[in-house]
Antibody, heavy 119, light 106 residues
Framework: EVQLVETGGGLIQPGGSLRLSCAASGFSVSNNYMAWVRQAPGKGPERVSVIYTDGDTYYADSVKGRFTFSRDNSKNTLSLQMNSLRDEDTATYYC?????????????WGRGTLVTVSS | DIQMTQSPSTLSASVGDRVTITCRASESVSTWLAWYQQKPGKAPNLLIYKASSLQSGVPSRFSGSGSGTEFTLTISSLQPDDFATYYCQQYNSYSSFGQGTKLEIK
């Protein structure tokens, strides 16, 4: 079955760190453009970071310098290392696959993992 | 940044109704627009891409139209499974989503 499963969310204090993981099955993450997309409670989604097939990564300004997107081809997994967390990082974090072609819309999403930043 | 504004925020309708949701972009996105359906606790599900192309497996009662700054998602005859929240996303310049339209049972 083609799916994405995120893990690693939880309650963390401001300034803390958390590492999210996303396990892919049914397809290869190394052959696809992948993304982390977050959704704050009651808000629309926001694209946080992307990784290209060549390994290049890009970040939203709101997380640049604090988050790191990486990929493990041997395990077919993605990770998002989140440092210096802020209250406004509270959201459900989804990993998502870019649809075939050259544009950033998403044809496969995981069920998400909730990150709550609060003291 | 391109801002996406959906209307209405909430829509009450009955099974069998024809409903339309509007999405407006703060500047032209050509036809680089997608629509997603999201149910509580679930991931968004792609319905429409390139403004009017139906994603494989999506029922034909869903349709999209528009270009430039104004877009619509139409459900021709609401089914019980369609009550959910719908989001538009532009992907012409970086990426941004609308705030959502909650479709609820009247």
């Amino acid at each position: 079955e083609v799916q994405l499963v995120e893990t690693g969310g939880g309650l963390i204090q401001p300034g803390g760190s958390l590492r999210l993981s996303c396990a892919a099955s049914g397809f290869s993450v190394s052959n696809n453009y992948m993304a982390w997309v977050r959704q704050a409670p009651g808000k629309g989604p926001e694209r946080v970071s992307v990784i290209y097939t060549d390994g290049d990564t890009y970040y939203a300004d709101s997380v640049k310098g604090r988050f790191t997107f990486s990929r493990d081809n041997s395990k077919n997994t993605l990770s998002l290392q989140m440092n210096s967390l802020r209250d406004e990082d509270t959201a459900t974090y989804y990993c998502a696959r870019r649809a075939l072609g050259s544009h950033w819309y998403f044809d496969l999403w995981g069920r998400g993992t909730l990150v709550t930043v609060s003291s | 940044d391109i801002q996406m504004t959906q209307s209405p925020s909430t829509l009450s309708a009955s099974v069998g109704d024809r409903v339309t949701i509007t999405c407006r972009a703060s500047e032209s996105v050509s036809t680089w627009l997608a629509w997603y359906q999201q149910k509580p606790g679930k991931a968004p599900n792609l319905l429409i891409y390139k403004a009017s192309s139906l994603q494989s497996g999506v029922p034909s009662r869903f349709s999209g139209s528009g270009s430039g700054t104004e877009f619509t998602l139409t459900i021709s005859s609401l089914q019980p499974d369609d009550f959910a929240t719908y989001y538009c996303q532009q992907y012409n310049s970086y990426s941004s989503f609308g705030q959502g339209t909650k479709l609820e049972i009247k």
